[in-house]
């Protein structure tokens, strides 16, 4: 799991009311630190609330900062941007598919041991993460916290060499991805079910990461610009993570599971495949579901991306490099998708680019009470068990939802 | 031995058995440990991937909690190796409980080493800072932001934002062998000329490269990206000389500002009191 969480003591004596996960992240203030800095500082600092997904604190902090501006960007930066999304989608998921969850479907303690267990697995799965991670690399100029992405473009793009390789590279991560995918469908998964809302983003057309309209399969659909307004952030007391929950409303859940269960009709033809290899029907409201879900969002990346790639290859793309733009006062609210749910930023700036006011809202706090909620249910189910079991599936439970503790303390 | 187990009662030939692990006890003890930070440095040893695993074979991993669930059996160490900064109170007793039970300390990266961008509050609002994030700041651990070495003495740093996995690589077996690897003081614009990089500085783009502790292979200036010094200032880094480079490229408010994102400002005026 990224970053810190435990468990109050008291749900593991069973005390199912009061399910709550105890995080014991230190504040780092990011949004604080924030006020009074230069607006170019800004995605280089956001980037590091996490070491997993920096690609999308980095690129939805831009997207916030263009917005506030009123800066254009071209085509091609568009589609540089959405093949770092998918880079970041691929890596991220292969990670926590495999080294983090495995473990638990397979009732591991040590991620390290499934690696001996599964030495030809393992090796899969380094193959689909590194085709993420190279996306990241040769567009992004580093893996972690990467480098080129800037308001208005980007300070440099790869060459056609470099774009040819990365299509043999996921070629083969395709291949790859569908003999991982088998693996994984052959796992059952333990059965729960909460009916729930599903939120991601909705562009009416694709299978959205980078745009598009607040979504739900209860009926919202708000532009990004209402979110503050139909959503609420709160803190309670003696609490490091503000939780997200909708107006009048109930918790509701993100990521691949949401996005999944509301866009599967957008889905390549080889994730819609795989999808319907594993007979599981929509909506689905089993939230280990999410880990499979990712798996599907694996392929679909991968074949989104060599599609992409495909485009590029034949393009000029010195249209993505920064063009000159006005720094201008205003408001940018902007959205993506990252690997764990729609991540939001609100960035105020005064007309010489200083930053007056922002605002960062992440996946985890956002699903962190539905996790709650979800926890006091599952305890039912697994009361009866030996205490040191019970933990290890609270525990397994919790990894199914894919929590970024870093994210969500920032 | 053979001899003296084949006379005594199976119960001793177990105990024999259990503590065949001789070999993997002669392994080196090694534990990575997370305090408050985005777990980046760590993922970049995850992320070198095969080559990772085989260094992790080479070590008996005692304690890596971004990995696993298995509770730490608090047993000496031969490296503990920390990544990010010391903010709460579990944070500082992890790391000092650490440090007691290793025969080396080294730490991971900018928010270990040099307070990393949390540090960013200590030059403004301070502690106030938390005003602007939280409306219940009572019962919220907000400190100062220090850097480890304030707290235990570090043996060696990998610097960076993140990390350079391969200098990982190439360092760590010298600690593995318990000695403290020598680092060469060369700037980062060593690498960056042999990639054949254009210098950003003549092109009139400030850059901190000349002052900066290089082993990056210059990543950032590679993208065009001046360098910000998330390294640190190299032994002989010559401040005073960067600064008169730099006054027709950036307004001094503009270097200060720049030196905040990751940690170097106090390092600077530290340098610069004892020119």
Redesign the interface.
Known sequence: MEGHAGFMASVLKGDVKSAKLEIKEGIRLIEGILIGRHYKDVPIIVQRICGICPVVHNLTAIKALEKAMGVKISQETKDLRKLLEWGQIIHSHALHLFFLSLADLLDIDNDLKVVEKYPEETKMAIKIREFGMEIVKVIGGRVIHPLTNEVGGFKKVPTKDEIKKLIEQGNEALETAEKLGAFFAQFKFPDFERETEYVCLNSGDDYAIYEGDVASNKGLHIPVEKFENNFHELQKPNEVIKRVEVKNRNVYMVGAIARVNNNSKWLTPKAELYLESLNYSLPDYNPFHNVIYQMVEVIHSIEKSLITLGLLENMNLSGAITKDYKVKEGIGVAAVEAPRGTLYYHIDLDHNGYVKNANIITPTAQSLSHLEMDIALYLNDIMDLPEEKRTQKLRGFIRAYDPCISCAVH | MENKNQNEDPKEEKVSIASEPIKAEAKPKIAIV???????????L??L??KF?EL?EKVE?IDW??????EDPGVDLDIAIVEG????E??VETLKKLRKRSKLLVVLGNCAAMG???E??NY??GKN????????I?????TEIKEVDNFVKVDFVFPG??ITAEEFLKYFPDLLEGRIPDRTDQPVCVECKAKGNRCLLLDNKPCFGPMIQGGCDA??P????MC?GCRGLRPKGNVKAMRATLKKMMTDE?FE??TE?FGLRDDISERESKM
């Not at chain 2, 909690?65 to 298995?70: A, K, L, P």
């Not at chain 2, 800072?129 to 219940?136: F, G, L, N, P």
């Open positions: 997370a305090l408050t930070s985005c777990e980046g440095c760590q993922f970049a995850l992320d991937g095969e695993l992790v991993m909690g971004m990995i696993e669930d298995e900064t010391p903010i709460t579990e944070n990393g961008i949390p960013i509050k403004h609002e800072t938390i005003k602007h994030v939280y409306r219940y009572q019962g919220i651990e907000n934002c993140p990543v950032c590679t993208s065009k990206m910000q503009e500002n720049v994102i």
